[in-house]
């Protein structure tokens, strides 16, 4: 069988891998009322999504380091078996605790298929293919925000809600086997592997804390409690002892070095802040549209559709003119596009006609699919092969914990504000803090280096 062939396959499983994995975040909110219903539990809904988003956001930098240590096949194929088994305990579950517990297991299986999906293409493809590829694989995002929604309503009207994770199986056998079957990697040095098992703990204590104080903190327990307070103190004291650890390691989880390396910093940056706005708009404007404007939730929910299709469309876009117009060129240009989007939103107002609405996704969606394709492509391109999973892993994560500390930030300006000036005026607040958030997004993007040394190290790559 010819390389191109065998190339097509891998990309094939790819595709299937990753969708399967995006379609998964889509798919259980239309099925969470009837799972509730179902197994009780009202108070517990949030943690169905909130363990996986720990689990999986946590590990994705363990994953990134343990593929360039081991190669991207076995961890790949390791973690889809994770979120596979993770699936098929999901739909067993009796009740919502071995519910929650199952989705924090498959989230342990996630946090290496979003990243290890995105090196591998790396590894396959060089330059101006590659970028034409991240788009393709953005857009697989769009399609699932337009399928989930619509799959899991098919599966919980006519069959049951457990399907919307027995399906998932069938697929990643599939995925599995196309990857066993057709991706071979050169063999790796036959060199006694050192794994960070030190740093490993001390980051998964550090971000878990981090991310548990954010995500529980102002809802579960008062952002002034002993509890959140032990868990900042805590993932502080881990995280210093998790850079102190590094700097000795000969074979470091996370390498210092890679924040050293400026496209890869800023690249960081820009996902971290950018992620920001979009959890922002996207939580905030669904409870404009329903709770004050009193719209249904398939009115909210066509309304950020629009979002889901000029994202991919960017994506594609940028995919193919970042090397004609520039990489810098293009990630400011959709930051510029976020920052605009963003000061919409501060004109919204109870009057607003609908097509606000549309017009501010269709303008921030087609911003983030300008900005986030070619920041993966830079942070691909900055490293060799033997660092390129560590860096894609740490850019995936900028993005995860950059929507966890916006929720948290969000929700607390939106909880305060509320309780003193009503629903409307909390809502408004976070939107003036979504904009500042988007002006900080292009300032750090102006940072990006010259285009011209970057787009030389792509073709060198």
Not at 11 to 17: C, E, H, N, P, R
Not at 191 to 218: C, V
Not at 347 to 357: C, E, I, R
């Amino acid at each position: 069988m010819g390389r191109t062939t065998q190339r097509k396959m891998v990309t094939i499983a790819m595709l299937v891998s990753i969708l399967l994995v995006a379609i998964d975040t889509t798919i259980i909110t239309t099925a969470m009322p009837h799972i509730v219903q179902q197994l009780s539990g009202l108070n517990l809904l949030s943690w169905v999504f909130t363990i996986y988003l720990l689990t999986s956001s946590v590990t994705t930098p363990i994953y990134g380091k343990l593929a360039d240590l081991f190669g991207r096949k076995s961890i790949f194929i390791f973690g889809i078996l994770l979120f596979v088994v993770g699936s098929m305990m999901s739909g067993m579950a009796q009740t919502m605790y071995q519910l929650i517990l199952f989705r924090g297991f498959q989230g342990l299986g996630a946090g290496a298929v979003i990243p290890l999906t995105y090196t591998i293409i790396a590894d396959l493809y060089p330059g101006e293919e590659r970028a034409k590829m991240q788009g393709l694989f953005s857009s697989v995002w769009g399609v699932a925000g337009l399928l989930g929604p619509l799959v899991g309503g098919l599966f919980v009207d006519h069959i049951s809600w457990r399907w919307i994770f027995y399906i998932n199986v069938p697929v990643g056998i599939a995925a599995i086997l196309l990857v066993l079957s057709f991706l071979h990697e050169s063999s790796l040095e036959k060199t006694k592997k050192t794994i960070d098992y030190w740093g490993a703990a001390l980051f998964a204590i550090s971000m878990g804390s981090l991310l548990f104080a954010l995500i529980s903190g102002g809802q579960m327990y008062a952002w002034g409690s002993i509890e959140i307070i032990s868990l900042f103190t805590v993932a502080v004291v881990s995280l210093i002892t998790f850079l102190v650890v590094e700097n000795k390691s000969s074979e470091p989880l996370l390498p210092l070095s890679l924040f050293k390396i400026p496209v890869i910093a800023v690249s960081n940056s820009v996902g971290f802040v950018a992620s920001s706005v979009l959890i922002g708009v996207d939580v905030y404007l669904s409870i404009w549209i329903q709770s004050l404007l009193g719209h249904s939730a398939t009115s909210s929910g066509l309304t950020i559709m629009p979002m889901s299709l000029a994202w991919p469309l960017a994506s594609t876009l940028a995919g193919r003119f970042m090397y004609k117009i520039g990489s810098k060129t293009t990630v400011v240009f959709g930051a510029l596009l976020i920052m605009a989007g963003s000061a919409w939103l501060l004109l919204v107002h109870l009057g607003s006609p609908y097509w606000y609405f549309v017009g501010i996704m269709i303008v921030i969606g087609f911003g983030m699919g300008c900005s986030f394709t070619p920041l993966t492509i830079l942070v691909q391109s900055a490293v060799g092969w033997n660092l390129r999973g560590a860096a894609t892993a740490s850019y995936t994560f900028s993005q995860s914990l950059g929507q966890t500390m916006g929720i948290a930030v969000f929700g607390t300006v939106f909880n305060n504000t509320m309780n003193q000036s009503g629903m409307a005026q909390g809502v408004h607040m976070v939107f003036i803090l979504v904009f500042a958030v988007s002006v900080v997004t292009l300032l750090i993007s102006a940072l990006l280096p010259s285009h011209r040394s970057i787009i030389a190290q792509q073709h060198a790559d």
